[in-house]
């Protein structure tokens, strides 16, 4: 028997059940979310670092950030459900004078957005936040408070678990294999567990999402990249509460996780595929830059086997794409994050909740993050990516 949905929504990772939420707090909730793993969290939220930042250089990044982290820090009374939002700040270390000057133009962008507590932080304040780091090269940084991490799975989780509490459908275990389109007008989803007739498909299908747009017709700009990440063995040797730092020379990057400490780095010799692996290769890399900037890092003990990769989304300006699709009507995509979809995910499912209900959005002018800006020439260029 053919089921039927107003809203047919493909993932049920973080952006996924984000939308649902939305949906269904704006009294959508006859919405069904499609997930082709036996649990939520198998795609890239799984992976994630957690990291919550509002210190980006372009203003709809920053507006991005601004509305989502608010949302975090009251994400428990209002979803009712924990996101272990944990407001330790990021602090971006410069070694240049372009990354000073970089750092400057973004935090008078994000001035003039209104957000008022990015701080300049001298070499010495560096020092002070965490001792261990080498700042002789550092001429300075920026520090924002409120940025910070959240646990992806749990934000994940509350978003869907509200939704179903008001009547939204998660069916696990079922791909989704075809998109039905009549008349360049969606009618209906095909899925391992039969037809689903609708009107409206949200494609939240992350690093999938090009194969589910092309199952409509419609070209999507998005691409896999692997992404790496090492936690080390339990470590006393650094503070046990500091921010992310980045080292803007290297772009490493580390947190505290538990006990031990988050190795980050984007490896410039990566190619876009889905490998899902970790390349053990990967570890050196990676203890090199870190014992660099963190002398006593190389005193950490690494397992190689703690380790794990999962896939950015990539799109070709590195900012997300929401929106309707030009040529088929019913079919939005809220995809492409780019490595910030943990981060975005409230103000995503906001902004593609609020496209389908009324046509536009009141957070943000959603027209700058539509697909169509790709063929317009109207891409914008983000710096900051980590
Ligand atoms: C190592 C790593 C570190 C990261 N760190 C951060 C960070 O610090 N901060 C941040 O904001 N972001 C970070 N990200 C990015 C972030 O994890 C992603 O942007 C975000 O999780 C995307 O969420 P999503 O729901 O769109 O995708 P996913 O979580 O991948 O969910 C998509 C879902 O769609 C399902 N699906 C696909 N095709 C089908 C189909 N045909 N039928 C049914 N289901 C289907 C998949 O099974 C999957 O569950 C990181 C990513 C990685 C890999």
Redesign the pocket.
Known sequence: MTQTADVVI?????????VAYHLAQAGCTNVLV????AH?????????????RVQFSTPVNIQMSRYSIDFFSRFDDVVGHPADYRAHGYLFCATSESHLAYLQANRERQIALGVNNVEWVSPEEIQAIVPQLRTDDILGGTFCPTDG?VD?HSV?MGFMLNARERGARLWLD????GIEVENDQIEGVL?TRGRVATRVVVN??????A??AR?AGADLPVEPL????VPTEPFDQLPKRFPMVIDMSTGFHFRREGKGILL?WNDPAETPGFKTEFDSTFVEKILTHAASRVPVLAEAGVNPRRA??????MTPDHHAIIGPAPNVKGLYF??G?????????PASGRIAAELILQGHSDLIDAGQLSVERFAQGKLLEETAI?
């Open positions: 493909i993932g049920s990772g973080i952006v996924g059940s984000s499609i997930e082709r793993e939520q969290g198998k795609g890239s939220t799984g992976k994630s670092m957690g990291g919550v991490f992806p994940m079922t791909q989704v294999t899925t939240a299908a992350g690093a999938w999402a194969g589910v199952m692997r992404r790496q990440l980050a794990w990769a999962g896939l950015y989304e809220v995809n994050f780019s490595g910030h979809g943990v981060m975005h995910s980590l």
